[in-house]
């Protein structure tokens, strides 16, 4: 079965500055989805960024990037410049393309991340 | 606009009294699913539906049942609501191709008393 970890329950970072959220999944699968979901205060849940397994180059979103290493099975998220309103808590996300009618997506227990002004 | 609606935002409950937690999206998404957030524990999938009359259970779906009788709703039912069901809850949908984002609505948080 797949497994996600996030092995950093809170974290903190000074404005400006930049932080590594890091998050670790199990699979045998070769083909399958990594997501980043952030949660805000309000509790909905935004996607950042999202990284297909079979593409070698890593994800880009501003000032958001991923670390993706799939023969380490690790997919950590890089915020640059941090600001404020990145407080939130951040989730790591594993989805497997359907077979078999199975579709399913599988989260982390969550970083949270407070911005320090 | 593209989203996912769900209602109520906000109930406290009693233990016991059967209620719905609605789910409806505009996006002709045929894949929908009802996850529960707890502290600790991060989005655990209660039930899934892959299409109209097509649903399956998640990893916890005991205790709640669901039903798809068309493409755009997909509402949560609680029989008989228990304390250990309080918790804050997301509908979600996507499109059923692999890889494709799943939108969330925006909560909603249960009390049961």
């Known amino acids: 079965a797949q497994t996600v970890t996030q092995s950093q329950p809170e974290m903190s970072v000074q404005e400006a500055e930049t932080v590594t959220l890091s998050c670790t999944y199990d699979?045998?699968?070769?083909?399958?989805?990594l997501f980043w979901y952030k949660q805000p205060p309000s509790r909905q849940m935004i996607l950042v960024i999202r990284q297909e397994a079979y593409k070698q180059q890593n994800a880009t979103e501003n000032r958001f990037s991923v670390n993706f290493q799939k023969a380490a099975k690790s997919f950590s998220l890089k915020i640059s410049d941090s600001q404020l309103g990145d407080t939130a808590m951040y989730f790591c996300?594993?989805?497997?393309?359907?077979?078999?009618?199975?579709?399913?997506?599988?989260f982390g227990t969550g970083t949270r991340l407070k911005v320090l002004a | 606009e593209a989203q996912v609606t769900q209602n109520p935002r906000y109930l406290i409950t009693v233990t016991g009294k059967k209620l719905t937690v609605t789910c409806s999206q505009n996006m002709n998404h045929e894949y929908m699913s009802w996850y529960r957030q707890d502290p600790g524990l991060g989005l655990r999938q209660i039930y899934y539906s892959m299409n109209v009359e097509v649903t399956d259970k998640g990893d916890v779906p005991e205790g709640y049942k669901v039903s798809r009788k068309e493409k755009r709703n997909f509402p949560l039912i609680l029989e008989s609501p228990s304390p250990n069901q309080t918790s804050l809850y997301f509908c979600?949908?996507?499109?059923?191709?692999?890889?494709?984002?799943?939108?969330f609505g925006e909560g909603s948080w249960l009390t049961v008393v």
């Open positions: 996300a594993f989805m497997k393309p359907p077979t078999s009618g199975t579709y399913k997506y599988i």
């Open positions: 699979t045998s699968e070769s083909n399958y989805y």
């Open positions: 979600a949908s996507s499109l059923r191709q692999g890889g494709n984002t799943i939108y």
